[in-house]
């Protein structure tokens, strides 16, 4: 029995490249996909969600729902200067031979009620079976631990990829982005005794996409989904060169592999907090590795994956995306 997913998500290169990743996989049912606001507006995330799931063309379509506009307690900050304005690496940019767009906009289908409604619909639909993978700030998370913690307490997985551990921070030299976006709903879900499973910057920083491999792969299955892959990538690569990571790093998809097969990553048992206060450290995730005895410190509230098996990801995500594109 395929095992029942829902995505949080803010599209995002890297969160369109993760839905794909979870729609070619057979060990799990996408029964529901929320939108956050973080890489772009919330909107823009929604209409990103719909774009990928009508390049698809699924017979079986998911629930989606448009979640949080802005952080808790903050301004968004957002950064479509990574993803493209779009959030999809600027996709109007794109015509056919004819001169059409190849990507005209998507008209919305939204289930109703809100993301966080969603997700706790959904904790209680599939009773202890939900896995959920959050891939943007998580705001939706935490608005629905205010709104009924005990239901999202029931999930079986929340698998967030967030955080730098014990590495520097991609938006300030400590803070990740989603957990910069949104501090005090980081804070208050690592807080909450879910069954939380960190997927940080530690880890997704050595899972990096090289154009070439992408390209071979798309080569093999060629046809509209590469096309669009091919196409909503441009700008991450660009953005890869230009900050030196060599490629298109991988952060939302190994979160996602994570979900289908935990044993790529090796995990520690951490306390994590998260950093409001601090001026300087807005986000930062402050794990306790200190080595002393247990009963000397806080007990811990998540797993953190440190390592990662990246070759063997890559193959699974490359694999995956090919299967994607038939
Ligand atoms: C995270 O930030 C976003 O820009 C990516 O989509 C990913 O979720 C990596 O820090
Ligand atoms: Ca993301």
């Known amino acids: 029995m395929a095992i029942p ?7 995002g290169i890297d969160d369109a490249l ?6 070619a996989s057979p060990e799990v049912s996408v029964e529901a996909i929320t939108t956050v606001a973080g890489n772009v507006p919330v909107e823009r995330c929604t209409a990103n969600v719909c774009r990928v799931l009508e390049v698809l063309k699924l017979s079986r379509q998911p629930l989606v729902a448009q979640g949080a506009s802005k952080p808790l307690v903050r301004s968004l900050v957002s950064a479509g200067h990574v993803h493209g304005e779009d959030g999809l690496g600027d996709l109007h940019r794109f015509s056919d031979a004819d001169g059409s767009p190849r990507y005209p906009p998507v008209e919305p289908r939204l289930a109703p009620g809100d993301g966080p409604d969603l997700i706790l619909e959904c904790a209680a639909r599939f009773d202890g079976e939900l896995v959920v993978v959050a891939l943007g700030p998580l705001t939706n998370l935490a608005l629905a631990l205010q709104r009924d913690s005990r239901r999202l307490a029931s999930i079986r997985r929340l698998v967030v990829m967030g955080g730098a551990v014990a ?5 300030t030299p400590v803070a990740e982005f989603n957990f910069y976006v949104d501090p005090e ?3 208050r879900v690592l ?7 960190l997927i940080p910057l530690d880890v997704t920083r050595q899972t990096v996409l090289s154009r070439s ?14 096309q669009f892959v091919s196409d909503f990538t441009l700008k991450g690569f660009a ?4 900050s030196g990571e060599g490629g298109l790093t991988l952060h939302d998809p190994l979160a996602l592999a994570v979900a289908l097969d935990p044993s790529l990553v090796s995990s520690e048992a951490l ?3 998260v950093e409001c206060g601090g001026s300087l450290t807005r986000g930062m995730a402050v794990a306790d590795r200190r080595p002393l005895p247990a009963q000397h410190k806080r007990p811990p509230n998540c797993r953190v994956a440190m390592s990662v098996d990246a070759c063997r990801f890559l193959a699974l995500f490359l694999d995956r995306l090919c299967r994607a594109s038939r």
């Not at 491999?213 to 590469?226: E, F, N, R, T, V």
């Open 167 to 171: 590495c520097p921070g991609n938006v």
């Open 5 to 11: 997913l829902l995505i949080d998500t803010d599209p």
């Open 191 to 197: 807080q909450a005794g879910l069954p939380l499973e």
């Open 239 to 242: 953005f890869g060169a230009d």
């Open 271 to 273: 306390h994590v907090a």
């Open 18 to 23: 993760a839905l794909l990743l979870a729609f």
């Open 185 to 187: 709903a980081a804070a």
């Open 213 to 226: 491999a992408l390209d071979g792969s798309l080569a093999a299955c060629p046809g509209p989904i590469a």
